[in-house]
């Protein structure tokens, strides 16, 4: 039980840090509420829909954006805004401002600025992976030991 | 020259004689040869003697006058011509001068006196400019006690301080034997003796005010000298001395309300006190006119004084009276806060916790209706049901009520059809009616405007329970329902004294008139039937175990639509006749395409999909149980958000679908669906190509599923390009679980749902 509570606690806490750093906001937190007996792996699917999506469109956009004549500006926002639409269901709120502002260097053509984004981006998005993969690797503790995964409010 | 035998030589008997002669006129001369010298010496002494040469004068005849005296000593025996000769010209020069300092003086001597009386004219000058100083310097130091006292005075706002420091310092000022003030008494009848100089504590001697002693004294604002006898001065026990003389001077006692602005004050109804001041018994001294200015200066400066000390003692004590006041009232504005929060808690969790088990009471009994019953089964289930709907109603009675009583309450304003609302009342009242053999009518206007903008709702509430109240008190005979526009002279009813219409172009009144041929009701109970929970005990027919609630809601549903409404009836037995006045906009396009609300009462069985939605939507606003019934469509390219929408959707019980693109939407929706999601910010989907097509799939309106736009783009472009593509809502992403469930609510009742951006 002990064992529980601690993890438990860790759980509680490193949520709760994830929150105040920026990394999730409210999103995240009605997401956890849609989890329950009818589907208990619902965030975590829903988490790796989002790394896929993200890598796939992190991809499209580093290789638009690497051609030599003529960047299609046009296709770069398109996967911007998906990706700014995936980061805000899901509630990655540093990933979204990211975006923002990605799309704003891309409506204003300018090549630099949105590679600096799209390393932003990378970034961000690899940071909140290892984050989230954190996480999760603490909720399957707790289950493992026995107990429930607290709610955060 | 023969010598003279008649001079006898040398020292003839009377020598001696002639020795005194001798040391006579030596002295003689000795003095008159010191006393220039004396005078010489002195006036160079002093600065100033205007007469020199009248001292030089004097001088040279004394000189003179001692020299002749000299040279006569040697004239006493034999001397010679030359002797001689010296002696007559020294008399000669000495004669001269007396006469010419003789002849100066007669000039001299009553300059001299002159000067005399002169002086002795300033003397007295000096002597009486003394005694003025004297006087000057008494009356300055007599100022600055006035002033030390006033300030004394004026430094303390006790009215005590004040008092006595006044009698302490006048009796010093003025070496005083007895110094008092005698107050009027609370009846102004008397004069009592308040305050003593020498006497401690005074014992309240008191003094009929009407004396004419002291009349005078109030009628001048001079301080008067009365008689020692008068009954205010007998201040000192009777003594073998003289009393000193009394003077008695008046001290107004000014109330705040005695000044009016750019007035001076009344003087005829003003109270006085009176001040009196007795001189040492013994003493000759009187009263100075200078002692007098001051008492009354200082009866003057007493007066404001003790109006100030007043006037804050008043000021202090409303002070401490509001602060009381104030803390009462904070305390009794958070005890009611505290009841409020405590009343608006219980009735939340009322409105939660008791809509949910009555919905789904109501629910499965209207499902259980539509299933193969046994005509026993089948009239317990309806009764079970009539039930559930009479609470259902009582409880959202109450919680409108509350609702309304705190101002929360607000409209649903919207465009309808009027006269759907009455064929509705009709419908539903007549099989009640028709049991009990009454016949129901209705009158429409033909000038009443088939759409209005109002709250249909509350308006069909309102026009059903009065219609309701008139079945249910009804025998037999019939109801009469007649609507139409008021116009003004209708309008101001002598019924309505507070009721006042304002016509203007976008609003009209509708009036309705419910006229039953019931039991009536006695003229005298009429104000109450409004009034909650007053229930009529007089009658036994009123047994209509009805809450009591229902008119005084409709009564505050029909003030806030701006309206009226009365009952008139000419007493028991005859009848009532129900007024209903309310104020509705008229719309401003009739054109039924464009009108994107449906009556919420559908008057037609074509929802198949749950039959009990009739019944359940004119109840209860929020449908939880609902959910399960509704099957939606989710069109959305973004794989998270897909899922996300998707999960929100399942998680509230609803049938989900999935579509990746627009080919599959409409392939796949059908009048099974109720609701298609799009996500209208994904590029690749044409959402309002999908909006046209659908609606020329689906051309009965209330065979095709609504069409709901998800974006996150916060702008009104997007907003009026749904709105105008015909989609009838649109919901910002990100959506939350309680949004999500709103949305869907308001979508059943309303069939739209923009948000606001």
Same mark, same amino acid.
């Given at each position: 039980m002990d064992v529980v509570n601690q993890l438990q606690r860790q759980f509680i806490d490193y949520s709760a840090s994830l929150h105040r750093e920026g990394f999730l906001d409210d999103q995240f937190t009605q997401l956890q509420k849609l989890q329950d007996d009818n589907s208990p792996d619902f965030v975590v699917e829903v988490a790796s829909l989002f790394f896929e999506d993200c890598e796939k469109l992190i991809n499209n956009m580093a290789r638009a954006l690497e051609q030599?004549?003529?960047?299609d500006f046009k296709q770069v926002d398109a996967s911007v805004h998906q990706l700014k639409g995936s980061s805000s269901s899901i509630g990655a709120m540093r990933v979204k401002d990211v975006c923002i502002a990605f799309r704003s260097f891309c409506e204003a053509q300018n090549r630099e600025g949105c590679l600096r984004c799209l390393q932003q981006v990378t970034h961000e998005y690899s940071l909140l992976k290892n984050k989230l993969q954190t996480l999760f690797r603490l909720q399957q503790q707790i289950l493992a030991a026995g107990g429930s995964i607290p709610v955060v409010e | 020259m023969e010598s003279c035998n008649c001079i006898e030589p040398q020292w003839p008997p009377d020598d001696l004689l002639m020795k005194y002669q001798y040391i006579s006129d030596f002295f003689i001369a000795l003095a008159y040869f010191s006393i220039p010298l004396e005078l010489i010496y002195f006036v160079k002494k002093s600065a100033v003697f205007p007469y020199r040469w009248v001292l030089v004068q004097f001088g040279a005849f004394i000189v003179l006058c001692g020299a002749t005296h000299l040279i006569n000593l040697? =004239?006493? =025996?034999?001397?010679s011509r030359t002797v001689a000769s010296v002696m007559t010209t020294a008399k000669v020069l000495t004669a001269a001068v007396s006469c010419i300092t003789a002849l100066m003086l007669v000039h001299i001597i009553p300059d001299l006196l002159s000067v005399k009386t002169r002086e002795l004219f300033l003397k007295n000058k000096a002597a009486e400019l003394d005694r003025e100083m004297g006087l000057i310097r008494t009356q300055e130091e007599t100022g600055r006690h006035v002033r030390m006292l006033t300030h004394e005075i004026r430094s303390t706002l006790d009215r005590h301080t004040i008092l006595k420091t006044t009698l302490v310092e006048l009796g010093r000022t003025l070496a005083l034997e007895e110094c008092a003030l005698w107050m009027p008494t609370r009846t102004g009848l008397e004069l009592q003796l308040s305050y003593t100089l020498r006497q401690q504590n005074p014992v309240g001697y008191t003094v009929p005010i009407h004396h004419p002693v002291i009349n005078q004294v109030f009628s001048s604002n001079r301080a008067v000298k009365i008689s020692p006898n008068c009954p205010v001065a007998r201040l000192r026990p009777a003594g073998k001395y003289m009393p000193g003389e009394v003077v008695a001077v008046r001290v107004p006692l000014l109330h705040l309300s005695n000044f009016r602005i750019n007035d001076w004050p009344e003087l005829s109804t003003k109270r006085y006190a009176l001040m009196v001041l007795m001189l040492p018994s013994d003493s000759a001294r009187q009263w100075h006119v200078h002692e007098l200015e001051l008492v009354e200066v200082v009866a003057d400066q007493v007066a404001v004084a003790l109006s100030h000390a007043a006037i804050l003692e008043e000021s202090m004590r409303a002070r401490d009276l509001l602060m009381e006041q104030n803390v009462a009232l904070d305390l009794a504005r958070r005890e009611a806060e505290t009841a409020i929060r405590a009343r608006n808690d219980f009735l939340a969790v009322m409105n939660h916790e008791m809509r949910t088990p009555m919905h789904a009471i109501i629910a499965l009994s209207s499902l259980l209706q539509e299933t193969e019953l046994t005509p026993e089964q089948r009239l317990m289930v309806e009764t079970v049901l009539k039930s559930s709907n009479l609470l259902a109603t009582l409880i959202n009675d109450v919680l409108d009520l509350s609702r309304l009583e705190d101002g929360s309450l607000q409209l649903d304003l919207g465009t309808f059809n009027l006269y759907a609302v009455f064929r509705e009342v009709l419908n539903l009242i007549k099989p009640i009616a028709s049991v009990k053999k009454l016949h129901v009518s209705l009158n429409l206007a033909p000038d009443l405007p088939e759409y209005a903008v109002g709250d249909e709702k509350r308006l069909m509430q309102t026009i059903l329970n009065i219609v309701g109240n008139a079945v249910k008190f009804s025998k037999e005979g019939s109801i009469s329902i007649t609507a139409f526009v008021a116009k003004l002279d209708t309008l101001r009813d002598s019924k309505a004294p507070d009721f006042l219409p304002v016509l203007s172009d976008n609003h009209f009144y509708l009036r309705v008139q419910v006229k039953d041929s019931g039991s009536g009701i006695n003229p005298l109970d009429i104000p109450k039937l409004f009034t909650k929970f007053a229930q009529n005990q007089s009658t036994g027919t009123r047994n209509s175990g009805g809450s009591g609630l229902g008119l005084a809601i409709c009564k505050r549903f029909v003030n806030l639509m701006e309206g009226h409404i009365w009952i008139e009836s000419e007493g028991l037995g005859k009848g009532c006749t129900a007024i209903l006045i309310v104020k509705l906009g008229m719309p401003e396009r009739v054109k039924e395409s464009k009108l994107p609300y449906m009556p919420k009462m559908p008057t037609n069985h074509e929802q198949t999909a749950f039959p009990g939605l009739k019944v359940l939507s004119r109840f209860m606003p929020s449908l939880q149980a609902l959910y399960a019934y509704l099957h939606n469509v989710v069109l959305a390219i973004g794989k998270v958000s897909r899922m996300v929408t998707k999960g929100l959707l399942l998680h509230l019980g609803c049938d989900v679908t999935m579509v990746g693109s627009s080919d599959e939407c409409l392939r796949l929706v059908s009048h099974e669906h109720k609701v298609v999601f799009m996500d209208i910010c994904v590029p690749g989907i044409d959402s309002y190509g999908i909006t046209t097509r659908i609606h020329e799939k689906f051309t009965k309106r209330h065979e095709r599923p609504l069409l709901v736009a998800l974006t996150g783009n916060t702008d009104k472009v997007t907003k009026e390009n749904c709105m105008r593509a015909g989609m009838d809502g649109l919901i910002l992403k990100p959506v939350s679980l309680d949004k999500m469930r709103s949305v869907l609510t308001d979508l059943l009742e309303h069939r739209v749902f923009f948000e606001a951006i």
């Amino acid at each position: 039980m002990d064992v529980v509570n601690q993890l438990q606690r860790q759980f509680i806490d490193y949520s709760a840090s994830l929150h105040r750093e920026g990394f999730l906001d409210d999103q995240f937190t009605q997401l956890q509420k849609l989890q329950d007996d009818n589907s208990p792996d619902f965030v975590v699917e829903v988490a790796s829909l989002f790394f896929e999506d993200c890598e796939k469109l992190i991809n499209n956009m580093a290789r638009a954006l690497e051609q030599q004549q003529g960047v299609d500006f046009k296709q770069v926002d398109a996967s911007v805004h998906q990706l700014k639409g995936s980061s805000s269901s899901i509630g990655a709120m540093r990933v979204k401002d990211v975006c923002i502002a990605f799309r704003s260097f891309c409506e204003a053509q300018n090549r630099e600025g949105c590679l600096r984004c799209l390393q932003q981006v990378t970034h961000e998005y690899s940071l909140l992976k290892n984050k989230l993969q954190t996480l999760f690797r603490l909720q399957q503790q707790i289950l493992a030991a026995g107990g429930s995964i607290p709610v955060v409010e | 020259m023969e010598s003279c035998n008649c001079i006898e030589p040398q020292w003839p008997p009377d020598d001696l004689l002639m020795k005194y002669q001798y040391i006579s006129d030596f002295f003689i001369a000795l003095a008159y040869f010191s006393i220039p010298l004396e005078l010489i010496y002195f006036v160079k002494k002093s600065a100033v003697f205007p007469y020199r040469w009248v001292l030089v004068q004097f001088g040279a005849f004394i000189v003179l006058c001692g020299a002749t005296h000299l040279i006569n000593l040697w =004239t006493f =025996t034999v001397h010679s011509r030359t002797v001689a000769s010296v002696m007559t010209t020294a008399k000669v020069l000495t004669a001269a001068v007396s006469c010419i300092t003789a002849l100066m003086l007669v000039h001299i001597i009553p300059d001299l006196l002159s000067v005399k009386t002169r002086e002795l004219f300033l003397k007295n000058k000096a002597a009486e400019l003394d005694r003025e100083m004297g006087l000057i310097r008494t009356q300055e130091e007599t100022g600055r006690h006035v002033r030390m006292l006033t300030h004394e005075i004026r430094s303390t706002l006790d009215r005590h301080t004040i008092l006595k420091t006044t009698l302490v310092e006048l009796g010093r000022t003025l070496a005083l034997e007895e110094c008092a003030l005698w107050m009027p008494t609370r009846t102004g009848l008397e004069l009592q003796l308040s305050y003593t100089l020498r006497q401690q504590n005074p014992v309240g001697y008191t003094v009929p005010i009407h004396h004419p002693v002291i009349n005078q004294v109030f009628s001048s604002n001079r301080a008067v000298k009365i008689s020692p006898n008068c009954p205010v001065a007998r201040l000192r026990p009777a003594g073998k001395y003289m009393p000193g003389e009394v003077v008695a001077v008046r001290v107004p006692l000014l109330h705040l309300s005695n000044f009016r602005i750019n007035d001076w004050p009344e003087l005829s109804t003003k109270r006085y006190a009176l001040m009196v001041l007795m001189l040492p018994s013994d003493s000759a001294r009187q009263w100075h006119v200078h002692e007098l200015e001051l008492v009354e200066v200082v009866a003057d400066q007493v007066a404001v004084a003790l109006s100030h000390a007043a006037i804050l003692e008043e000021s202090m004590r409303a002070r401490d009276l509001l602060m009381e006041q104030n803390v009462a009232l904070d305390l009794a504005r958070r005890e009611a806060e505290t009841a409020i929060r405590a009343r608006n808690d219980f009735l939340a969790v009322m409105n939660h916790e008791m809509r949910t088990p009555m919905h789904a009471i109501i629910a499965l009994s209207s499902l259980l209706q539509e299933t193969e019953l046994t005509p026993e089964q089948r009239l317990m289930v309806e009764t079970v049901l009539k039930s559930s709907n009479l609470l259902a109603t009582l409880i959202n009675d109450v919680l409108d009520l509350s609702r309304l009583e705190d101002g929360s309450l607000q409209l649903d304003l919207g465009t309808f059809n009027l006269y759907a609302v009455f064929r509705e009342v009709l419908n539903l009242i007549k099989p009640i009616a028709s049991v009990k053999k009454l016949h129901v009518s209705l009158n429409l206007a033909p000038d009443l405007p088939e759409y209005a903008v109002g709250d249909e709702k509350r308006l069909m509430q309102t026009i059903l329970n009065i219609v309701g109240n008139a079945v249910k008190f009804s025998k037999e005979g019939s109801i009469s329902i007649t609507a139409f526009v008021a116009k003004l002279d209708t309008l101001r009813d002598s019924k309505a004294p507070d009721f006042l219409p304002v016509l203007s172009d976008n609003h009209f009144y509708l009036r309705v008139q419910v006229k039953d041929s019931g039991s009536g009701i006695n003229p005298l109970d009429i104000p109450k039937l409004f009034t909650k929970f007053a229930q009529n005990q007089s009658t036994g027919t009123r047994n209509s175990g009805g809450s009591g609630l229902g008119l005084a809601i409709c009564k505050r549903f029909v003030n806030l639509m701006e309206g009226h409404i009365w009952i008139e009836s000419e007493g028991l037995g005859k009848g009532c006749t129900a007024i209903l006045i309310v104020k509705l906009g008229m719309p401003e396009r009739v054109k039924e395409s464009k009108l994107p609300y449906m009556p919420k009462m559908p008057t037609n069985h074509e929802q198949t999909a749950f039959p009990g939605l009739k019944v359940l939507s004119r109840f209860m606003p929020s449908l939880q149980a609902l959910y399960a019934y509704l099957h939606n469509v989710v069109l959305a390219i973004g794989k998270v958000s897909r899922m996300v929408t998707k999960g929100l959707l399942l998680h509230l019980g609803c049938d989900v679908t999935m579509v990746g693109s627009s080919d599959e939407c409409l392939r796949l929706v059908s009048h099974e669906h109720k609701v298609v999601f799009m996500d209208i910010c994904v590029p690749g989907i044409d959402s309002y190509g999908i909006t046209t097509r659908i609606h020329e799939k689906f051309t009965k309106r209330h065979e095709r599923p609504l069409l709901v736009a998800l974006t996150g783009n916060t702008d009104k472009v997007t907003k009026e390009n749904c709105m105008r593509a015909g989609m009838d809502g649109l919901i910002l992403k990100p959506v939350s679980l309680d949004k999500m469930r709103s949305v869907l609510t308001d979508l059943l009742e309303h069939r739209v749902f923009f948000e606001a951006i």
